[in-house]
């Protein structure tokens, strides 16, 4: 009986040690390496632009008062085509669009709910700055697609008043466009944010090549009033002033980092007690360094996403055992997000060569028309 007992015991045993031989195998796979004591953040809310009093920001008076109007209509093509066009080399052709295209303009701007919001962002793109408040909160809600929207409403009546001959208006409206757009490119504090920023600031870069394509042809190379050739070389001189070698594209990335660690908090578990299963299920230490090595090596690909290799992906979900030791932080660091952040690097840098072309080609022109206070430079080639 006790040799049955005994050996019942030695099985007992052996099971024991099999157990925790495959938990600290598992552990070997599951915990970090290269841990110091203390993770510290590369980065704090700090490091992300200042930002001016909400009274005097631009991005606050809309995001504040967008959601009492009604949305606007989405643009028909054609109309589409006016904002965006595919080349500003040709802005004659886009000209004689916006003339042939005159009634349905108006038919769109008639609309009150388009008019209302296209003029609400002139409203909010005359106070004195146009800074990206949003915050980093994963609940943070933030109009960019309103104030995308809006902006294609805007420029229409930057068109719509060329067309009855308002130059000046025009051309004024399209500056304050300019310098409000640039103001919201280089203050992104998301990547979200910057992606629609450049694209706002496209539009009034090549309204101002149609605008002027659009003058020379209606005053026949006379340019006789001096307001309107005035307005025109202040709107030249904002094209100037939007370099997009100033663009950082690696700002917008930290306030994903702080994103990250934020998600990653408020997942976390907590007992009364704060003990050792808090830590088990996430191990914020643990996770800060993954994730700082991680947006080391993004920022590292970010200073030539057309060329650099890619980053390997962070996901730690792959392996085996990652459960038994901070699966909350893993689970946080896994899924789609390095792909995404590594296309939203390329993307930027593709607009961003995109906004340098048009800007060379609209200061061309204004350097043909004796537009700019001195002599154009031309920008060094893209690697």
Same mark, same amino acid.
């Given at each position: 009986?006790?040799?049955?007992?005994?050996?019942?015991?030695?099985?007992?045993?052996?099971?024991?040690?099999?157990?925790?031989?495959?938990?600290?195998?598992?552990?070997?796979?599951?915990l970090p390496a290269g841990l110091s004591e203390e993770e510290q953040p590369l980065w704090t809310e700090a490091d992300l632009p200042p930002l001016p009093p909400d009274a005097d920001n631009g991005w606050v008076v809309f995001?504040?008062?967008?959601?009492?109007?009604?949305?606007?209509?989405?643009?028909?093509?054609? @109309?589409?085509y006016l904002v965006h066009p595919d080349d500003v080399e040709f802005a004659e052709v886009t000209w004689a669009d916006a003339r042939d295209l005159g009634q349905e303009i108006d038919s769109f701007l008639g609309e009150e709910?388009?008019l209302t919001c296209a003029r609400f962002m002139l409203h909010a793109m005359a106070k004195p700055r146009f800074a990206d408040a949003c915050g980093i909160s994963s609940e943070a809600r933030c109009p960019a697609i309103e104030?995308?929207?809006?902006? *294609?409403?805007?420029?229409?009546? &930057?068109?719509?008043?060329?067309?009855?001959?308002?130059?000046?208006?025009?051309? /004024?409206?399209?500056?304050?466009?300019?310098?409000?757009?640039?103001?919201?490119?280089?203050?992104? *504090?998301?990547?979200?944010?910057?992606?629609?920023?450049?694209?706002?600031?496209? /539009?009034?870069?090549?309204?101002?090549?149609?605008?002027?394509?659009?003058?020379?042809?209606?005053?026949?190379?006379?340019?006789?009033?001096?307001?309107?050739?005035?307005?025109?070389?202040?709107?030249?001189?904002?094209? &100037?002033?939007?370099?997009?070698?100033?663009?950082?594209?690696?700002?917008?990335?930290?306030?994903?980092?702080?994103?990250?660690?934020?998600?990653?908090?408020?997942?976390?578990?907590?007992?009364?007690?704060?003990?050792?299963?808090?830590?088990?299920?996430?191990?914020?230490?643990?996770?800060?360094?993954? @994730?700082?090595?991680?947006?080391?090596?993004?920022?590292?690909?970010?200073?030539?996403?057309?060329?650099?290799?890619?980053?390997?992906?962070?996901?730690?979900?792959?392996?085996?055992?990652?459960?038994?030791?901070?699966?909350?932080?893993?689970?946080?660091?896994?899924?789609?997000?390095?792909?995404?952040?590594?296309?939203?690097?390329?993307?930027?840098?593709?607009?961003?060569?995109? @906004?340098?072309?048009?800007?060379?080609?609209?200061?061309?022109?204004?350097?043909?028309?004796?537009? @700019?206070?001195?002599?154009?430079?031309?920008?060094?080639?893209?690697?």
């Amino acid at each position: 009986m006790s040799g049955l007992a005994n050996g019942g015991r030695v099985r007992f045993a052996g099971q024991l040690v099999l157990l925790v031989a495959v938990l600290l195998g598992g552990c070997h796979y599951a915990l970090p390496a290269g841990l110091s004591e203390e993770e510290q953040p590369l980065w704090t809310e700090a490091d992300l632009p200042p930002l001016p009093p909400d009274a005097d920001n631009g991005w606050v008076v809309f995001g504040e008062g967008i959601g009492t109007l009604s949305r606007m209509s989405s643009l028909p093509s054609d @109309l589409s085509y006016l904002v965006h066009p595919d080349d500003v080399e040709f802005a004659e052709v886009t000209w004689a669009d916006a003339r042939d295209l005159g009634q349905e303009i108006d038919s769109f701007l008639g609309e009150e709910s388009n008019l209302t919001c296209a003029r609400f962002m002139l409203h909010a793109m005359a106070k004195p700055r146009f800074a990206d408040a949003c915050g980093i909160s994963s609940e943070a809600r933030c109009p960019a697609i309103e104030m995308l929207e809006s902006h *294609r409403g805007a420029t229409l009546i &930057e068109i719509h008043a060329a067309l009855w001959g308002f130059w000046d208006e025009a051309a /004024m409206g399209t500056s304050r466009m300019l310098r409000q757009s640039f103001d919201l490119v280089v203050s992104s *504090r998301r990547p979200s944010t910057r992606a629609v920023s450049l694209i706002m600031g496209r /539009m009034p870069i090549a309204l101002a090549g149609t605008l002027l394509a659009g003058w020379e042809e209606d005053t026949g190379g006379g340019h006789r009033d001096p307001d309107v050739r005035r307005a025109l070389a202040g709107l030249c001189a904002e094209v &100037e002033a939007f370099d997009p070698r100033d663009i950082d594209p690696w700002q917008p990335m930290i306030g994903e980092y702080l994103g990250f660690l934020e998600v990653a908090d408020m997942a976390a578990p907590r007992s009364d007690d704060g003990g050792i299963v808090d830590l088990v299920f996430y191990d914020r230490d643990s996770t800060l360094h993954v @994730l700082n090595e991680c947006f080391k090596a993004l920022r590292e690909f970010a200073k030539n996403p057309l060329v650099a290799d890619l980053p390997s992906s962070p996901d730690s979900t792959e392996r085996w055992g990652w459960w038994l030791y901070n699966p909350v932080g893993k689970k946080v660091l896994s899924g789609d997000w390095w792909w995404a952040l590594t296309s939203m690097l390329e993307t930027h840098e593709n607009r961003r060569r995109e @906004l340098a072309a048009t800007r060379d080609d609209v200061l061309g022109r204004c350097e043909g028309l004796g537009l @700019l206070a001195s002599p154009l430079t031309v920008s060094p080639a893209e690697p």
